[in-house]
T-cell receptor
Framework: AQSVAQPEDQVNVAEGNPLTVKCTYS??????LFWYVQYPNRGLQFLLK??????LVKGSYGFEAEFNKSQTSFHLKKPSALVSDSALYFC????????????FGKGTRLSVIA | DGGITQSPKYLFRKEGQNVTLSCEQN?????MYWYRQDPGQGLRLIYY???????QKGDIAEGYSVSREKKESFPLTVTSAQKNPTAFYLC????????????FGEGSRLTVL
């Protein structure tokens, strides 16, 4: 069975500083990994995904994520945080075989302080 | 514009009543999903469907029911058997391809009075 861990419930960062939101996963075989963002009382918006290829994946709004197979991690990063990046971020994983549903982490709340 | 429409946005229910949440998509996606979101618990899968007239239970299906009579529609009924139904419910869909990401609706917030 696949699982995702987001070890930090909350991440605080100053505007203009780099940000990292951590994610580790467990799955049999090569994983399909995703990041989503959620604003209050809204649905989730897709940011980026890793399927195969380059370990550094670039996504929407200047976000990127680095796949590290040896550490089973897929951390979300941004070089310079904006106040508008403040939101709830979810990491998700799916096994490559079959059409199994996405499994989500519990989410990390990012707060960017001006 | 293509997308997923959930209704109602807010719903209040008395204990003992069944309620149905609507989810409609015009993305021509094969698969549809219902997730429940509670603070600090992330998203938990209730039911999903990959083709019309077929669906599978997720991790927390007890007290819920679904139907998939049309490709575009996947309504969720929260029955009186669901002991703690107050939550934010999210519907999603995707094409049935291994790399396909989920597209989400805007959610329905159910409050039991």
């Amino acid at each position: 069975a696949q699982s995702v861990a987001q070890p930090e419930d909350q991440v605080n960062v100053a505007e203009g500083n780099p940000l990292t939101v951590k994610c580790t996963y467990s799955v049999s075989g090569n994983p399909y990994l995703f990041w989503y963002v959620q604003y209050p009382n809204r649905g989730l918006q897709f940011l980026l995904k890793y399927i195969t290829g380059d370990n550094l994946v670039k996504g929407s709004y200047g976000f990127e994520a680095e796949f590290n197979k040896s550490q089973t991690s897929f951390h979300l990063k941004k070089p310079s945080a904006l106040v508008s990046d403040s939101a709830l971020y979810f990491c998700a994983v799916r096994a490559p075989s079959g059409n199994t549903p996405l499994v989500f982490g519990k989410g990390t709340r990012l707060s960017v302080i001006a | 514009d293509g997308g997923i429409t959930q209704s109602p946005k807010y719903l209040f229910r008395k204990e003992g009543q069944n309620v149905t949440l609507s989810c409609e998509q015009n993305l021509n996606h094969d698969a549809m999903y219902w997730y429940r979101q509670d603070p600090g618990q992330g998203l938990r899968l209730i039911y999903y469907s990959q083709i019309v007239n077929d669906f599978q239970k997720g991790d927390i299906a007890e007290g819920y029911s679904v139907s998939r009579e049309k490709k575009e529609s996947f309504p969720l009924t929260v029955t009186s058997a669901q002991k703690n139904p107050t939550a934010f419910y999210l519907c999603a869909s995707r094409i049935v391809a291994y790399t396909g990401e989920l597209f989400f609706g805007e959610g329905s917030r159910l409050t039991v009075l």
